[in-house]
């Protein structure tokens, strides 16, 4: 009787982490998302409103992570096949910047890149350090990882893009950048999808 309440008290403590971790995340996200965004519409880099798209698909992920924190093995899967499916919606949206921007061709500031994406590296390494305990405690978890570890490579792509349009004074470095950041999201939207399709069908079959 002791071990079984020793037990749910264990779960639950660690729920709690899990739920104080995903609320700071969240609102790291939002907020940065908002920055980000500003900057990148301001500055007319399609590399960085990629990497303001990733704050808020993050933040919304980090929600639905929040919700799924106390339910069961099979709802945390469907929650984490919606954050894949989030993720390649990003995805999406960042190719139509880039066809936008093929047609009409635009050299955005580096210096709203540089500071954005140094501001957004930083609360995304918080992020990613707030969350590092938790990565491999369940698929809800590992997903919420998944999208944190992106954004550290997002931010870092997007500052070195800031770098190579100031030397070549061209808009084609910020083009390739947002270009590999989309093959970096459909590669994390399939990660993560897979998982919670092979999470489902183990629950199925017992």
Same mark, same amino acid.
């Given at each position: 009787m002791g071990s079984c309440c020793d037990d749910n008290c264990a779960i639950e403590k660690l729920r709690e982490k899990q739920r104080g971790t995903l609320k700071a995340v969240?609102?790291?996200?939002?907020?940065? @998302?908002?920055?980000?965004? !500003?900057g990148a519409f301001y500055g007319k880099s399609t590399a960085l409103l990629s990497? /303001?798209?990733?704050?808020?698909?993050?933040?919304?992920?980090?929600?639905? /992570? +929040?919700?799924?924190v106390s339910k069961g093995t099979t709802t945390k899967a469907k929650v984490a096949l919606f954050? !894949?499916?989030? %993720?390649?919606?990003?995805?999406?949206?960042?190719?139509? $910047? %880039?066809? $936008?921007?093929?047609?009409?061709?635009?050299l955005p500031s580096?210096?709203?890149?540089?500071? @954005? /994406? +140094?501001? !957004?590296?930083?609360?995304?390494s918080l992020c990613l350090f707030l969350l590092w305990k938790h990565r491999n405690e369940d698929i809800n978890m590992s997903s919420v990882w998944e999208c944190s570890r992106n954004d550290i490579a997002s931010?870092?792509?997007? @500052? %070195?893009a800031a770098g190579a349009v100031w030397f070549f004074e061209s808009g084609w470095a910020d083009i390739f950048v947002a270009s590999c950041l989309v093959v970096l999201l459909l590669n994390s939207s399939f990660r993560v999808v897979s998982s919670a399709f092979k999470e489902l069908r183990g629950n199925f079959k017992k």
């Open positions: 969240l609102v790291i996200n939002a907020v940065m @998302f908002i920055v980000i965004a !500003g990497d /303001s798209l990733d704050n808020l698909g993050d933040a919304l992920t980090y929600g639905l /992570s +929040l919700y799924a954050k !894949g499916g989030l %993720i390649f919606i990003g995805a999406g949206v960042v190719l139509a $910047q %880039i066809i $936008q921007r093929l047609i009409v061709p635009t580096y210096e709203m890149m540089g500071i @954005f /994406s +140094l501001a !957004g590296l930083f609360a995304n931010g870092l792509s997007v @500052f %070195i």
